[in-house]
């Protein structure tokens, strides 16, 4: 999984004369039913909002990302009303971490809380999506069309739906409404023609499953500080155990080697949400979070806004969102996922330094601690905490 940051356009279709309003087939076009795609289409058809949800494939994804559900994460599920997407999932309990230190050979144990209730989710990426397509698709006015989006329609510099080609018949059909949503993941097609800033790309992560392997203590995750990179553990399922391995710059040709010998001794009338929009990096864990979150705000927001055609109050939402994002949750996210990615993977020599010394290392411990384990998204974390 490549790790990357982007920046976010946010806006509302054209208004239109009052006199002139007849009632769109569809409120609300979604491109993609990932995590984000499938839980916003989920909620807003319980609104009443009317929804289409353009996905490539509705067959069960395979991803090596998008399997540990921090505990705030979770918590945002259940304010959604969408606990049951991770029910007859097998999905496993995370109580906290287990941090290894390979050099000094050191352990330190992090729960999340001492509340064992509290704890957070692991399972397969894709029989979770599954679950919230599921959920989505039991809302009279949630459709799901398989075919992919190609194109965004625009009339007068507005965006007023989608082109996309039907997976069944190959023929491009239109789809026009309100307000479009681009939520189509990490290799986003609409983010270049949406956003402005460049796609960095600062690691590669490689993921292997375990089959039947012991854990170190049940219901934790571990996170291994290694020579080659931060290497995270965790169940997914009674007999599955992911291990996603931290690689910087290009990918060994030999990846089956490689893990072997070093690893085991911005438009009118769109939204641009989810992986698409912003990425951080999957050594925190806390994408799906931030994306829960995210459907929680506009959630809240598009109920306030009964036209979705109607601009000024779109673009109050726009700009409270852009805030309510940089005041809590995402932010904090952001800057220390990136943080302590440097800082763990490093092979800088004072940063390597700064990481090998054992003050530094019972430091890093208390700074994971306190600003990643404990200060999940949901917990409304300060920007000045950081």
Not at 16 to 33: E, K, L, R, S
Not at 333 to 346: G, I, K, R, T, Y
């Given at each position: 999984m490549q790790g990357i940051k982007?920046?976010?356009?946010?806006?509302?279709?054209?208004?239109?004369?009052?006199?002139?309003?007849?009632?769109?087939?569809?409120?609300?076009?979604?491109?993609?039913?990932?995590?984000?795609?499938?839980?916003?289409s989920a909620v807003l058809g319980r609104d009443g909002r009317k929804v289409t949800v353009i996905e490539r494939s509705l067959r069960e994804p395979d991803r090596i990302v998008g399997e540990l559900l921090q505990p705030g994460g979770y918590r945002a599920l259940k304010e959604l009303g969408l606990e049951k997407s991770v029910e007859g999932l097998d999905a496993r309990i995370v109580?906290?971490?287990?941090?290894?230190?390979?050099?000094?050979?050191?352990?330190?144990?992090?729960?999340?809380?001492?509340?064992?209730?509290?704890?957070g989710r692991a399972f397969h990426h894709g029989r979770?999506?599954?679950?919230?397509?599921?959920?989505?698709?039991?809302?009279?006015?949630?459709?799901?069309i398989e075919g992919t989006?190609?194109?965004?329609?625009?009339?007068?510099?507005?965006?007023?739906?989608?082109?996309?080609?039907?997976?069944?018949?190959?023929?491009?059909?239109?789809?026009?409404?309100?307000?479009?949503?681009?939520?189509?993941?990490?290799?986003?097609?609409?983010?270049?023609?949406?956003?402005?800033?460049?796609?960095?790309?600062?690691?590669?992560?490689?993921?292997?499953?375990?089959?039947?392997?012991?854990?170190?203590?049940?219901?934790?995750?571990?996170?291994?500080l290694s020579c080659h990179g931060p290497i995270l553990i965790y169940q997914i399922s009674s007999t599955d155990t992911r291990i996603l391995v931290d690689i910087q710059g290009r990918l060994p040709k030999n990846l089956s080697q490689y893990m072997t010998e070093k690893i085991h001794p911005q438009l009118p009338g769109v939204l641009l949400l989810g992986d698409a929009y912003n990425m951080r990096h999957p050594l925190t864990g806390r994408g799906m979070s931030v994306a829960l979150s995210d459907v929680r705000i506009w959630r809240s927001l598009l109920q306030n806004i009964p036209d979705l055609s109607d601009n000024t109050p779109l673009l109050q939402a726009k700009k409270k969102f852009h805030w309510e994002r940089k005041s809590s949750?995402?932010?904090?996210?952001?800057?220390?996922?990136?943080?302590?990615?440097?800082?763990?993977?490093?092979?800088?020599?004072i940063l390597k330094r700064i990481n090998d010394s054992s003050v530094s290392f019972h430091m890093g411990i208390k700074y994971w601690k306190t600003r990643n384990v404990q200060l999940a998204p949901e917990g409304r974390p300060s920007p000045s905490s950081l």
């Open positions: 982007i920046n976010m356009l946010v806006s509302p279709n054209c208004t239109i004369n009052p006199g002139d309003f007849v009632p769109p087939a569809t409120d609300v076009i979604i491109v993609g039913a990932g995590v984000l795609g499938s839980s916003l109580n906290g971490y287990i941090i290894h230190d390979t050099e000094s050979g050191m352990v330190v144990e992090i729960a999340y809380s001492q509340d064992q209730t509290q704890g979770f999506i599954m679950g919230l397509r599921r959920a989505a698709l039991t809302e009279p006015n949630v459709r799901f989006a190609t194109y965004l329609e625009e009339e007068n510099g507005c965006v007023t739906g989608i082109q996309y080609k039907d997976k069944h018949s190959g023929k491009i059909e239109r789809l026009h409404a309100p307000l479009t949503v681009v939520a189509d993941g990490c290799f986003s097609k609409f983010r270049q023609s949406l956003g402005s800033e460049r796609v960095q790309i600062c690691s590669n992560f490689v993921g292997c499953i375990l089959k039947n392997s012991p854990q170190y203590k049940p219901n934790y995750a571990e996170l291994v949750h995402s932010f904090v996210v952001d800057v220390l996922a990136q943080a302590l990615h440097e800082l763990f993977a490093s092979q800088d020599g």
